[in-house]
C-alpha cells in the first residue's frame, strides 16, 4: 500500500512550496510591522483554502472507485414490484367473500383461515409496525396481509425468501426482516399462554388419559431432536458440529398423545447428547425447588404424588423417567416393553408432525444468528400448539379443553439462616434420581399393564374398527 498517496502527502508538499515560493518574493526589509502581519495572514488563509481542496480532492478520486449500497442513491438497483396491486390479487385469492383458493387456504397456510386472522389482529394490537402506514413519498406500504402469508408459507415451506417475489411482490431481504419481526412477535404474544406448562385441570385431564391407556401418571414423552445449522459461524462449529459432522442445535420436548407440546428447550450444541441435555434443562425445576402440582396416583396399592414421563435408554433411571426392557423375559414384560414403545412414539410423532407443517425446521437453518433461531424454532411451535387447540376435536377420540390458566406459582425467596429450604431441596433431587424408585415403579407398571392387556386390547380392537 502506498502510504504516501493520503491527503497528508499532497498538503505537505503544497505546503512546501507555497512557503518556499512566499520566501523568495517576501522583501528583504521587514521593519514594516504590519505588512509582515498582513503577508503572514493572507499566507494561512490561502494555506487552508488549499488544505481544503486537497481533501476534497483525494477523498473525491477514493469514492469513484468503491460503491456503496443501501439507500436511494447512484448504484442501488430499485425495481417497482408493485405491491398496492400484489395486495388486492391477495385479498381476492383468500379473504374476499367468495375467494379464489377458498378450500386451499389451510394447506397452503398450515392453518383455517380464523386462526390466522385471530394471529392477525393479536400482532396489529401489539406493535403498530403490523398497521397500516406510508413511506415518505406517500406510498402505502405492504398490508399485514402480505407480511404475515408471505412470512407463514416462508416457514411452512421452508424455500428461499427469492422464490415469493413473484406473487407477494416483497423482496428477499424485506422478507426475511418480516419472518424475523413475526417470529418475535408470535412468541411475546402468545409464549406465556402455549409455552406453558401443565396446571392442575391439565394434569387432571392428561391423568385420564393416561390412565385409559394402561399407564396411570404418564404425563407425556420425552425426547430430543436436532436442528441442523447450515450458517454456523466458524468460531463455533466446533462446539455444533455433533452427530454426522454436521453442526445442529438441540431441541428438548415433551408431547402428549395429542401432539401438543408442553416442554421445549432449544439451544444447546450437537455435541451433547440427551443426557447432557436433561441435566441442564428446566424440566424438573419446579420439582426439586418444591413448586410442582401434585400429580395422585395409585398403582398396585401404592400411592404417588410425582408424574413420570417415557423415555428411551440413553436416559438416567430415574424415579420420573420410565424405560423401556431391553432384554424381556416373559411375556409380562415384552407386552410391557410393545405398549411403552407404542405411547413414547408420541413424541416422535409430534417432531414429525411439527417438522411437516413448517418445512423451515426440517431442512438446514440458514439464519446466522441463533437468537433469530431461538424465535423461529418457538415460533413454530406456539402455532403448532395452536393448530391443535383449533383441530383437536377431528382426530381425538378424546375431546380435552386446555384454557389458558395462570402457570405453576413460583418459589417465595427468603433468607432460609438453617438451610431447611437447601436441605428439603437435596432432598428432593435424591427423591429424584433414585434408581432404586425407577426400578419399583416399572416393576408395578408392568404388573398393572398384564391384568388389564384385555381391557387395553379390547378398546384399541374397537379403534380399529371404528377407524376402518
Known amino acids: 500500500m502506498n502510504h504516501k498517496a493520503g491527503p497528508s502527502h499532497y498538503i505537505s508538499s503544497q505546503s512546501s512550496s507555497s512557503s518556499s515560493s512566499t520566501n523568495e518574493s517576501d522583501p528583504e526589509d521587514s521593519s514594516n510591522e504590519f505588512d509582515i ?8 488563509w490561502n494555506y487552508t483554502i488549499q488544505q481544503q ?8 478520486s477514493q469514492s469513484q472507485d468503491h460503491v456503496t449500497w443501501g439507500g436511494a442513491i447512484d448504484g442501488h438497483a430499485y425495481t417497482d414490484r408493485g405491491r398496492e396491486a400484489g395486495a388486492v390479487l391477495l385479498k381476492n385469492d383468500y379473504f374476499g367473500e367468495n375467494p379464489t383458493y377458498d378450500t386451499q387456504f389451510r394447506r ?11 394471529i392477525r389482529r393479536a400482532l396489529k394490537e401489539h406493535s403498530t409496525s403490523w398497521k397500516k402506514s406510508y413511506d415518505s413519498t406517500g406510498r402505502q406500504s405492504f398490508t399485514s396481509y402480505q407480511k404475515m402469508c408471505a412470512s407463514i408459507q416462508f416457514l411452512g415451506y421452508g424455500t428461499s425468501a427469492d422464490s415469493f417475489d413473484q406473487y407477494f411482490r416483497i423482496a428477499q431481504s424485506t422478507l426475511i ?9 408470535i412468541v411475546k404474544v402468545f409464549g406465556e399462554i402455549y409455552l406453558r406448562n401443565p396446571n392442575s385441570e391439565h394434569i387432571e385431564k392428561l391423568l385420564q388419559v393416561a390412565e385409559s391407556r394402561g399407564f396411570p401418571g404418564m404425563l407425556g414423552s420425552l425426547d430430543c431432536m436436532h436442528w441442523e445449522w447450515k450458517n454456523c ?3 463455533h462449529a466446533g462446539a455444533y458440529r455433533g452427530r454426522n459432522k454436521k453442526c445442529t442445535i438441540i431441541l428438548e420436548a415433551v408431547a402428549s398423545h395429542d401432539t401438543w407440546i408442553w416442554h421445549a428447550f432449544f439451544g444447546l450444541p450437537g455435541t451433547n447428547n440427551d443426557v447432557n441435555v436433561l441435566q441442564k434443562s428446566t424440566l424438573f ?30 436416559y438416567p433411571k430415574w424415579s420420573t423417567l420410565v424405560q423401556s426392557i431391553r432384554v424381556p423375559k416373559c411375556a409380562k414384560e415384552t407386552y410391557f416393553v410393545q405398549k411403552h414403545e407404542s405411547y413414547r412414539k408420541d413424541v416422535e410423532r409430534a417432531f414429525g408432525v411439527l417438522q411437516a407443517r413448517f418445512a423451515i425446521i426440517r431442512g438446514a437453518a440458514r439464519f446466522w444468528n441463533k437468537k433469530d433461531l431461538h424465535d423461529v424454532m418457538f415460533a413454530c411451535i406456539i ?20 384454557e389458558s390458566s395462570p402457570t405453576v406459582p413460583l418459589a417465595e425467596l427468603s433468607r432460609d439462616i438453617n438451610n431447611t429450604k437447601y436441605v428439603s431441596f437435596l432432598g428432593r433431587h435424591r427423591n429424584l434420581i433414585n434408581q432404586g424408585e425407577h426400578n419399583e415403579l416399572r416393576r408395578r407398571l408392568v404388573a398393572h399393564l398384564w391384568d388389564k392387556r384385555d381391557q387395553l386390547d379390547g378398546v384399541e380392537d374397537d379403534d380399529d374398527n371404528n377407524g376402518e
Not at 502581519?37 to 494561512?44: A, D, S
Not at 481542496?53 to 473525491?60: A, E, I, P, R
Not at 402440582?293 to 435408554?313: F, M
Open 37 to 44: 502581519q498582513t503577508r503572514n495572514t493572507n499566507y494561512i
Open 383 to 402: 402455532m403448532h400448539n395452536m393448530i391443535v387447540e383449533e383441530e383437536r376435536s377431528g382426530y381425538l377420540n378424546v375431546i380435552l379443553d386446555y
Open 233 to 235: 459461524p466458524t468460531a
Open 285 to 314: 425445576q419446579a420439582l426439586t425447588n418444591g413448586t410442582s402440582i401434585p400429580v395422585n396416583y395409585s398403582i398396585k396399592g401404592r400411592n404417588y404424588d410425582v408424574g413420570y414421563y417415557l423415555a428411551d435408554g440413553i
Open 53 to 60: 481542496q486537497m481533501m476534497q480532492q483525494y477523498y473525491l
Open 177 to 185: 426482516r418480516f419472518v424475523k419481526k413475526i417470529c418475535r412477535h
Open 108 to 118: 397452503r397456510f398450515r392453518m383455517i383461515r380464523d386462526l390466522f386472522q385471530r
